[in-house]
């Protein structure tokens, strides 16, 4: 929480768009109470577009970055900016909040936002509460709303092909019978996009009856389809995947390489540690870092499974 001179300084240098952003600045707009976001509500609007889409960015990137920044007041605030962009970070700024009203205005938002992407990040944002419905940590009633109005964007042949495939993956979260048939049927779309997503939403779903299509997607020539495979792999935990999963440590694309990695990390075993221990010592420092960390997570993973159930009586 800053003071009301000092909002007033930050508002003035955000406007300056002469000036470069100061991080320092734009961590002063963590927290902010209702009299500041008032103060904020007043000059928002006269920041040109530009710089407005600049900040949003920013403080996105410094919420990731930083967990204890807390820009979310700033966030909610933007998903009535009038820019399309400022209102898809503002939504990409709220992925940690699990609050049932944003679920509403993400629902208002997938529903009625004249832009394409917004409409898609809105349809992305509401795969997190699918999930928490899925855990019974979100009220019935409204995890049933977010189910149907994904399901209807699915539906909607009129609807942009982003913001369907975004609504197809948001939804594979849900344990509906219906949702099998859902990816079968994206997985057959004429678009490579949405077969791109359908991917995606075979590992989401968490179905071993998966299992043998994204393997074979592993083969798939391109580069998006084979990383969305490989991280579904590790999703699923599919053993059987362990040995091409260790070629992708040398695939052509950085990205698969990375996604290979991560995903022997998730399954595990003996011929994925193997792999993930040499990738440790090799000199590419990318590949590397990411078998480290890896290797933490496949350790840490082992190390709560051997803790004793219960203790041993002397």
Not at 51 to 59: A, P
Not at 121 to 141: I, Y
Request: charged share 30%.
């Amino acid at each position: 929480m800053v003071s009301d001179m000092s909002i007033e300084r930050v508002l003035d240098h955000i406007s300056d768009e002469h000036t470069p952003l100061s991080r320092s600045g734009l961590h002063m707009l963590s927290a902010l109470g209702r009299k500041e976001m008032e103060i904020l509500a007043d000059r928002w609007p006269l920041i040109g577009v530009g710089r407005r889409r600049q900040v949003i960015r920013s403080l996105v990137e410094i919420a990731e970055a930083n967990f204890e920044a807390d820009f979310n007041s700033i966030f909610r605030f933007s998903l009535q900016d009038e820019d399309e962009e400022v209102r898809t970070q503002a939504i990409d700024g709220l992925c940690e909040d699990e609050n049932s009203t944003l679920a509403d205005s993400l629902l208002e938002m997938l529903g009625t936002d004249p832009s394409i992407m917004v409409r898609a990040g809105a349809a992305t944002g509401l795969g997190r509460f699918v999930l928490l419905a899925e855990l019974e940590e979100l009220e019935e009633e409204l995890g049933r709303r977010i189910v149907k109005a994904l399901r209807q964007v699915i539906k909607d042949r009129h609807e942009a092909l982003e913001v369907r495939r975004r609504a197809v993956e948001a939804i594979s979260f849900s344990s509906e019978e219906e949702i099998r048939e859902i990816i079968q049927e994206a997985y057959r779309h004429p678009a490579e996009k949405m077969r791109i997503s359908a991917v995606f939403s075979m590992g989401r779903s968490a179905d071993p009856r998966w299992g043998a299509t994204i393997i074979t997607e592993l083969d798939n020539p391109n580069s998006e389809v084979r990383f969305e495979a490989a991280r579904a792999c590790g999703e699923l935990e599919l053993q059987e995947a362990v040995p091409r999963l260790v070629r992708f440590i040398l695939d052509l694309d950085r990205e698969v390489q990375q996604a290979a990695v991560y995903a022997l990390g998730q399954i595990g075993g003996q011929e994925a540690r193997r792999a993930l221990q040499l990738c440790c010592e090799s000199d590419d420092e990318v590949i590397a870092a990411a078998a480290k960390d890896a290797l933490d997570e496949l350790e840490f993973a082992s190390g709560i499974f051997d803790i004793p159930l219960w203790a041993k009586e002397d």
